[in-house]
């Protein structure tokens, strides 16, 4: 039989048209929106001084490469900065803010342009763009790895994996390590080594305010606190520090079965017996053969025993298809979820089981489905589920399955029936829920935000107040000033 069609087909086909066709502003059910703002004409002798201040790049709307930097991973979006600027390192950004609230300019930051809400890019204000910071050192003896913040996952891997060294990191290659890693960071190696926050020694900041600050666990020891896990309300980060273990050889691959019901109460079995070492997730996706079921997974450890701690995965429940096998762990995350840029609306919430009510909300969501659509299922398991709540920011610490829906369009014509579903499958399952993920959160709210961090609001609160108390840091999942 025919595999499903794997997660890069699936959303580079979605992407085919969504580049002509997307909107320019989008609004989610929580109503998720990218104010509009007209700042009125930039003084081009101010814009000349700050250009002139700048060792990176200022791009305005007349300039030849603004087309290109204004585009975000998602679609769905189509904003127009006054200006971007493109820092070379800390000095740039703390210019950048200073002119910013100088002129009463909304503030975007961009890593990896990948946030789901559309928060890297703006209407009328400034976007301080970290894209070309994306130096990457290894310190292999101290296994300490030095990135700036606009790397992407991929230059993280590719620099860690030349010592035999990784760290958790997403499972897109593309996706930038700044936002992944504020937002708490759930990634492949989570139920071995943590979350990329878990993981996180130091950061270097620039305030609103203009100043260079280290935070880790002796120095801002709050701001520290409040970076792992709270995002990008309290400064613009540069650099990170992260802690690297020992990974080389993995098994790795995916499973895939038709999207029956017993399938989805297997994975929920086999993820309650799963040690540490394996780490697991699941989707639930439409290919050309019907609806598919896929189990991804990753062993660190020699073979033989992974794929004994897999084997109830296979012949009893008669997978379509089973690619697992030995691979590097580079080749692993460089295999991984690859899209194209596409239009598309994406929400989260964590269910503590995958009871049969969960189940059968999802079977009916898939089979009652737009064409292009995806549920993905991450457990909550091992050394990421260890770890105190209260001990960072990032509030998702007991066991259990995160569950994202995903649903895109080609035209906007078909825009509003994928976001309708979302909200109805969302909206079922939200009574078995507790808590939500910042960084798969398409959308926003003041509820949405306390949710994601729980009883850490407060202090986060706190903190935000203290270095930002005006929230010029507001384009994101928005922690307000106590």
């Not at 081009?44 to 007349?62: F, P």
């Not at 100088?102 to 763009?129: E, K, Q, T, W, Y």
């Not at 020694?201 to 606190?225: E, I, K, M, Y």
Request: with cysteine.
């Amino acid at each position: 039989m025919a595999p499903a069609t794997n997660r890069r087909q699936f959303l580079q086909k979605t992407a085919m048209a969504a580049a002509a066709l997307y909107s320019s502003r989008f609004a989610g059910p929580q109503g998720t929106s990218i104010p509009d703002v007209d700042p009125g004409p930039l003084d081009k002798a101010e814009l000349r001084n700050l250009t002139s201040q700048i060792a990176g790049r200022v791009i305005t709307a007349d300039g030849p490469e603004y087309e290109a930097a204004r585009l975000v991973f998602n679609r769905a979006f189509n904003q127009r900065p006054a200006l971007i600027v493109r820092c070379a390192g800390p000095q740039d950004v703390a210019r950048a803010l200073e002119f910013a609230q100088r002129r009463s300019l909304p503030v975007a930051v961009r890593g990896g342009g990948h946030s789901r809400a559309g928060f890297s890019m703006c209407n009328g204000g400034m976007v301080i763009d970290l894209s070309n910071m994306k130096r990457v050192e290894v310190d292999s003896r101290m296994h300490i790895a030095r990135a700036e913040a606009g790397a992407l996952v991929r230059h993280l891997d590719q620099a860690t994996q030349l010592a035999g060294l990784a760290t958790t990191a997403g499972g897109c290659p593309n996706v930038g390590i700044a936002g992944f890693t504020l937002g708490g960071g759930e990634g492949t190696l989570m139920s071995k080594f943590g979350a990329a926050c878990d993981n996180l020694l130091s950061a270097h900041v620039v305030t609103v305010d203009g100043r260079q600050v280290d935070a880790s666990p002796s120095s801002n020891a709050d701001l520290f606190w409040a970076l792992r896990g709270g995002g990008g309300n309290f400064g613009v980060v540069t650099s990170f520090e992260y802690r690297l273990y020992p990974v080389n050889e993995i098994l790795s691959g995916t499973i895939t079965y038709p999207a029956h019901r017993e399938h989805l109460h297997a994975f929920a079995k086999f993820v309650a017996e799963a040690p540490d070492e394996l780490n697991v997730f699941a989707e639930l996706l439409p290919s050309a053969n019907g609806l598919r079921f896929l189990i991804h997974l990753r062993y660190i450890g020699s073979p033989q025993p992974g794929n004994d701690l897999i084997r109830p995965l296979r012949g009893p429940l008669q997978p379509l298809d089973d690619n697992v096998r030995k691979m590097t762990y580079l080749e692993s995350q460089s295999a991984g979820f690859i899209p194209a840029p596409f239009a598309h609306f994406q929400t989260n919430l964590l269910l503590p089981l995958l009871t049969e009510p969960a189940v059968e909300a999802l079977m009916v969501a898939i089979n009652d489905a737009p064409a292009q659509f995806r549920v993905l299922i991450v457990p909550l398991y091992g050394a990421i589920s260890r770890v105190n709540i209260n001990d960072t920011a990032f509030a998702l610490r007991q066991p259990g399955f995160e569950v994202d829906m995903l649903g895109a369009w080609n035209t906007p014509a078909e825009r509003d029936g994928a976001v309708r579903w979302i909200a109805n499958l969302r909206d079922k399952l939200r009574p078995m829920a507790r808590g939500t993920y910042v960084n798969q959160l398409g959308e926003t709210s003041a509820q949405l935000v306390r949710d994601a961090y729980g009883p850490n609001y407060p202090r986060l609160a706190e903190i935000k107040r203290k270095y930002d108390p005006a929230n010029v840091l507001r384009l994101n999942q928005n922690i307000t000033p106590a």
